[in-house]
């Protein structure tokens, strides 16, 4: 093996560790925020938390993915300690479909058949297959699906790289007395953390040590260690993203490490234990690919069987080692980590949208009822409400636009573009909410009241708002354009009822029925009123554009919209139900 050699070996590296990244970005993004949806509402059990996240390992080919992606969630608040462990072990188990796929490299038959088996021989067709989807398709989907085949494309062509790299020093006569250092279990365990914590790749230290095995060189009783130690080095990255984010958070990386440092120790002592007693006559005897991931997945499954049922201990010794130092935990608003899976970001942003529209409604419905029973105390909630409905579309903007920096599928694309028109009017919402509370304070500070004729009038276009306000918040939430729909004729309803309302008081201000002080309050009332009408007009027919692709005509989809039958229909059943006194 000379310079070259080792040029090449590293040349295939580079090659392994990018196209696993190519391939695991494109699975992720094609997942999108399915990830963390099902991370949220499977993980009630270690059991199930564990089939999942051997399931999104397998999905998107990257433990490391999910050992982040669960820091930042535990950050943001969103997940509980508790619910990570089985995630965490399962996400072990799930890397190990990797070392299996690798092993194929050691075909060796004359078959035609089981010569196809080998990666090496059809990841060109595979590489073909992506260049020409990534090259040739317009949708989004099937580029990912490109991109995915090229990523592993390359990753076998890295694999192959290291394998032939490395098959010279088979004849080395100093290479198998290099190797007898790896008889001692604790070095072999220490070159396998070292060399993955350096790479932080355990699939990549596995393939190297699979591209080694083909030499012949290498026996059971040296990969095992190495593979074990392995599981200890790919706890950096968990270490890493554990740096400057809450207590919370860094308990998840404490559970990873104690985790894999528990199980390589029990695997240990086990293993070499039993050696002492039963004397295994395989240790001496070469391993291949194949057995190299054999053992990767029989000491994954086994570790992962012994700690289970200790989940709960799991948890109190990360809770031991990472104390609190308040008793409210602060946890961070949309956190940077989550970038780094932006489906999962995407689908936290969502669910910040979903509770910015809900506080937007919410106030809004508080402020009406201050207008006939007023509450000092409810005044200050109403001005905290604003300043958090400020701090949403603050930070959720510029999330949002970070966001969309990095690689999303066309449906998160999507849910992004709603977002970042919306969020602006669930604020605006919020801000005539607190100028409806203004009113109410001046009603009550001045001693004043409406007529019982306005008071009815009010009461029938506070029901209307009631109702679009929630029609805009829950098709906002399902995205549903048939839902959005139901949204534009009661705009139209509430402008009548304010323009007939606004004539009305005329009438009684003529007659001496109202004065003029009274006038002003009503106008301004009902121009608010008016306004968040608007706003949720936006918000539906921003739904509706994403869903049926109207953004490029909106005022003529609106037009077409109003002209249309079942507009009529809805706008003259709207007017029935919303009928003045």
Known sequence: MDIFSLFTLCGGLAFFLYGMTTMSKSLEKMAGGRLERLLKRMTESPVKGLLLGAGITIAIQSSSAVTVMLVGLVNSGVMELGQTIGVLMGSNIGTTLTAWILSLTGIESESVLLNMLKPENFSPLFALAGILLIMGSKRQRRRDIGRILIGFAILMSGMEMMKNSVSPLAEMPGFADLLTAFNNPLLGVLVGAVFTGVIQSSAASVGILQALALTGSITYGMAIPIIMGQNIGTCVTALISSIGVSRGAKRVSVIHVAFNVTGALAGLIVFYGGD??????????????????????????????????????????????????????????????????????????????????????????????????????????????????????????????????????????????????????????????????????????????????????????????????????????????????????????????????????????????????????????????????????????????????????????????????????????????????
Request: aromatic share 6%; hydrophobic share 40%.
């Open 276 to 581: 002492l007693v039963f004397h295994f006559a395989f240790l001496d005897t070469a391993v291949g690919a194949v057995g190299i991931a054999l053992c990767h997945t029989i000491f994954n499954v086994a570790t992962t069987a012994l700690l289970l049922p200790f989940s709960r201990q799991l948890e109190k010794l990360a809770r031991t080692a990472v104390k609190e130092t308040d008793k409210t935990q602060q946890v961070a608003f949309l956190d940077p980590l989550l970038l780094r899976t932006p489906g999962a970001a995407v689908s936290e942003c969502a669910a910040l949208t979903n509770e910015m529209g809900d506080l937007a409604r919410q106030s809004l419905i508080r402020s009406l009822g201050q207008l006939s029973r007023y509450d000092g105390e409810l005044e200050a909630e109403l001005l905290e409400n604003e300043d958090k409905l400020d701090t949403y579309e603050d930070r959720l903007s510029g999330y949002l636009v970070r966001i969309s920096q990095h690689g999303l599928s066309m449906e998160d694309i999507h849910t992004v573009s709603r977002m970042l028109h919306v969020i602006g009017d669930f604020e605006r919402i919020g801000d005539h909410a607190l100028n409806i509370q203004e009113s109410a304070r001046e009603l009550h500070e001045k001693g004043l009241s409406f007529s019982g004729a306005a008071e009815a009038e009010l009461r029938v276009l506070e029901r209307a708002l009631e109702d679009i306000l929630t029609v805009s918040v829950d098709c906002f939430r399902s995205d549903d354009p048939a839902a959005a729909k139901k949204v534009e004729p009661l705009e139209e309803t509430i402008d009548r009822l304010t323009d007939e309302i606004r004539d009305r008081h005329i009438r009684r201000l003529q007659s001496g029925e109202c004065t003029l002080q009274l006038g002003f309050i009503l106008n301004d009332l009902l121009t608010n009123l008016e306004r968040v009408s608007d706003h949720c007009s936006n918000i539906a027919v921003c739904v509706i554009e994403e869903r049926e692709d109207h953004g490029e005509q909106r005022h003529a989809y609106l037009h077409d919209f109003k002209a249309a039958g079942e507009f009529t229909a809805d706008l003259d059943k709207d007017l029935e139900r919303y009928k003045l006194p």
